[in-house]
């Protein structure tokens, strides 16, 4: 299986971005979920980002936010998520796939037991989006160990001691937030985000990734062969708002008006 890191590295060989979708795991139930799944790779999809829903999601919009809690409604837990990606990897996906979560589920398990886990159900690696580097130390230990892929983020705000952490303690690649806030999908980016993305890629180690606000075909256009992946999530999730009798008809459409 290809590593989140080396497939991001063949995209930029290739001169282009690795399509990444975010989904939140069991969102609307997790049949459905799986159905999502398989339809994203078809699509083009060549990295999952698979949600793991928390109460709290401070990071992220009220579209991420709402689809957190329409999973915990139907009582997806961390150890579903990972029994889900079990599945997913029988039903034939073969891309990687990172767990994004929040600390607490991680941590309530268990470092150690949680990447043996996930590593045995078919997880690549995870973002654990309110873990800072600075406190991620066992973490990172406990992930290399294992050959399991840690990925951190980075900002608009990120000081270059800062970034040079995030890259230390990354493994798959680098997140970086194209905006000051939390997910959602918006307008435009940001006109200096070109420069941005050229002066990380010049410094960091990792491949990066883009995220945060992705919702328009201009904006794959604008970043495509200057980011190493192109993370898309709330466009994709509103779907399931929607369009909820046909949501793997919806998302697969929403992919294609991305790619156009």
């Given at each position: 299986?290809?590593?989140?890191?080396?497939?991001?590295?063949?995209?930029?060989?290739?001169?282009?971005?690795?399509?990444?979708?975010?989904?939140?795991?069991?969102?609307p139930d997790m049949a459905t979920c799986r159905q999502i799944v398989i339809a994203l790779q078809k699509a083009g999809a060549e990295v999952l980002e698979?949600?793991?829903?928390?109460?709290?999601?401070?990071?992220?919009?009220?579209?991420?936010?709402?689809?957190?809690?329409?999973?915990?409604?139907?009582?997806?837990?961390?150890?579903?998520?990972?029994?889900?990606?079990?599945?997913?990897r029988?039903?034939?996906?073969?891309?990687?796939?990172?767990?994004?979560?929040?600390?607490?589920?991680?941590?309530?398990?268990?470092?150690e037991p949680f990447i043996k886990r996930a590593l045995q159900a078919g997880a690549n690696g995870a973002l654990l989006v309110d873990l800072p580097p600075e406190e991620a130390k066992d973490y990172c230990t406990i992930a290399r160990q294992h050959g399991f892929e840690t990925v951190f983020l980075c900002s608009p705000t990120t000081s270059p001691e800062r970034?040079?952490?995030?890259?230390?303690?990354?493994?798959?690649?680098?997140?970086?937030?194209s905006r000051e806030g939390v997910t959602g999908a918006q307008n435009a980016l940001s006109n200096s985000l070109d420069d941005v993305l050229k002066t990380l890629r010049a410094a960091l180690k990792n491949p990066v990734a883009v995220g945060f606000g992705i919702s328009q075909p201009e904006h794959i256009r604008q970043l495509t062969g200057?980011?190493?992946?192109?993370?898309?999530?709330?466009?994709?999730?509103k779907s399931i708002e929607e369009a909820?009798?046909?949501?793997?008809?919806?998302?697969?459409?929403?992919?294609?008006?991305?790619?156009?």
């Open positions: 299986m290809t590593s989140m890191k080396q497939t991001l590295l063949d995209a930029r060989a290739n001169g282009r971005s690795a399509f990444i979708p975010f989904i939140m795991a069991g969102d698979l949600g793991v829903p928390f109460s709290d999601p401070a990071a992220d919009g009220i579209t991420v936010q709402h689809a957190a809690e329409r999973s915990l409604a139907q009582g997806t837990t961390l150890t579903s998520v990972l029994d889900l990606v079990a599945q997913l029988a039903d034939g996906v073969t891309m990687p796939i990172c767990l994004f979560s929040y600390l607490n589920p991680v941590y309530h398990m268990g470092y970034l040079e952490l995030v890259d230390a303690c990354s493994s798959g690649f680098v997140y970086f937030i200057k980011a190493d992946g192109i993370v898309v999530g709330s466009f994709l999730i909820p009798q046909n949501i793997v008809a919806s998302i697969t459409e929403k992919v294609r008006f991305l790619q156009k």
